[in-house]
């Protein structure tokens, strides 16, 4: 079983990374826009920075509309700010089709 944290922000974020060995993934993101709120690119870098290296971190980048090439830059934006994972929501799709085009968008080429 993996342990997997959710800090709201980076002050919580450094509290989580002083117990790093009782962690498994650090989860960003932000509960006030949603289950699946993206946070901001500056806050996912902060906490990047914030945990040992060795922890994954994750970001998701919100319930998304189908519009590929945003979340696309949504998830690079994720990815250059230091997250190891990224989720997508695909509460905007409306087809199975529409959902891999989303995801293959967001994965790269």
């Not at 932000?30 to 289950?35: A, I, Q, R, V, Y």
């Not at 901001?40 to 590929?68: F, H, M, N």
């Not at 696309?72 to 087809?95: D, R």
């Amino acid at each position: 079983m993996l342990l997997l944290i959710s800090p709201d922000g980076v002050d919580e974020a450094l509290d989580c990374a002083k117990a790093a060995e009782h962690l498994d993934i650090v989860d960003v993101k932000k509960p006030d826009e949603g289950s699946l709120g993206a946070n901001y690119p500056w806050v996912i870098r902060e906490i990047r920075a914030a945990v040992p290296a060795d922890k994954p971190v994750s970001a998701t980048v919100g319930d998304v509309p189908y519009k590929p090439g945003t979340v696309a830059q949504a998830a690079l934006g994720a990815a250059v700010s230091g997250a190891t994972y990224i989720k997508v929501g695909l509460y905007g799709c409306t087809t199975p089709e529409q959902a891999i085009e989303v995801m293959r968008g967001s994965s790269g080429p």
